[in-house]
């Protein structure tokens, strides 16, 4: 009845002072909490209550092991999350569980690669990334992460180094040459004096014997 009558605030209340209370009512309660937070998904309202509901529901799902659900009640508070280290962290913990409980290793390279492009400094998201690039063969897929988090940097040397890993996957995974040499190209172009870059567009002139374009260099 109170949800009923759209007194939203109260109705969290009753349902969660049920679900702590009450065993006899928990199953109704959390049902009734789920059905709130499924209107205003299906709605695609950034309703606050959706957080309120979340933190209410995830511990539930993370006892009973359903992963799929807490990914979901997770993913609900996520959206209310604006620090970018505070959503990484969250999306990190959402690729976790995607990768060694609900045994996806595709679907959780995409979180963290979410969760990189948000945080591109952080060396231990960029492994994880890299391995499950690695392990699930997702070579285009690479390319197009790392090309989202080169966007989102300022500092020319760790865009050159992200560039670099663009170039390494067309020339060596994509056996795209034009693409591999766009790529290393633009690595040296933001930092001409990178001997990392330098080094790249080298090798890669060597093994075409691309010789005039290794003379310029």
Same mark, same amino acid.
């Given at each position: 009845?109170?949800?009923?009558?759209?007194?939203?605030?109260?109705?969290?209340?009753?349902?969660?002072? @049920?679900?702590?209370?009450?065993?006899?009512?928990?199953?109704?309660?959390?049902?009734?909490?789920?059905?709130?937070?499924?209107?205003?998904?299906?709605?695609?309202?950034?309703?606050?209550?959706?957080?309120?509901?979340? &933190?209410? @529901?995830?511990?539930?799902?993370?006892?009973?092991?359903?992963?799929?659900?807490?990914?979901?009640?997770?993913?609900?508070?996520?959206?209310?999350?604006?620090?970018?280290?505070?959503?990484? &962290?969250?999306?990190?913990?959402?690729?976790?569980?995607?990768?060694?409980?609900?045994?996806?290793?595709?679907?959780?390279? &995409?979180?963290?690669?979410?969760?990189?492009?948000?945080?591109?400094?952080?060396?231990?998201?960029?492994?994880?990334?890299?391995?499950?690039?690695?392990?699930?063969?997702?070579?285009?897929?690479?390319?197009?992460?790392?090309?989202?988090?080169?966007?989102?940097?300022?500092?020319?040397?760790?865009?050159?180094?992200?560039? @670099?890993?663009?170039?390494?996957?067309?020339?060596?995974?994509?056996?795209?040459?034009?693409?591999?040499?766009?790529?290393?190209?633009?690595?040296?172009?933001?930092?001409?004096?990178?001997?990392?870059?330098?080094?790249?567009?080298?090798?890669?002139?060597?093994?075409?014997?691309?010789?005039? &374009?290794?003379?310029? @260099?």
């Amino acid at each position: 009845l109170l949800e009923q009558l759209n007194e939203h605030d109260e109705a969290i209340e009753t349902w969660k002072a @049920l679900l702590e209370e009450d065993d006899a009512s928990f199953e109704p309660a959390f049902e009734a909490l789920e059905r709130m937070a499924q209107d205003w998904r299906s709605l695609g309202v950034d309703e606050p209550r959706r957080q309120v509901i979340s &933190e209410i @529901l995830t511990p539930l799902y993370k006892a009973q092991d359903h992963w799929e659900a807490w990914v979901r009640a997770t993913e609900d508070g996520l959206d209310f999350i604006f620090d970018p280290e505070e959503r990484s &962290e969250v999306l990190q913990e959402i690729a976790q569980c995607i990768e060694t409980e609900v045994l996806d290793p595709v679907r959780a390279l &995409e979180y963290y690669a979410l969760a990189l492009q948000g945080q591109a400094e952080n060396e231990a998201v960029e492994a994880h990334v890299d391995r499950l690039i690695e392990s699930t063969e997702s070579w285009a897929r690479g390319v197009h992460i790392f090309e989202n988090v080169v966007g989102e940097i300022f500092d020319s040397e760790e865009a050159t180094r992200f560039w @670099l890993k663009v170039g390494g996957l067309y020339e060596s995974k994509l056996m795209d040459d034009e693409r591999a040499h766009q790529a290393y190209d633009q690595a040296r172009t933001l930092t001409p004096d990178s001997i990392s870059a330098i080094k790249e567009l080298r090798q890669f002139y060597v093994a075409r014997d691309r010789h005039r &374009e290794l003379v310029d @260099l």
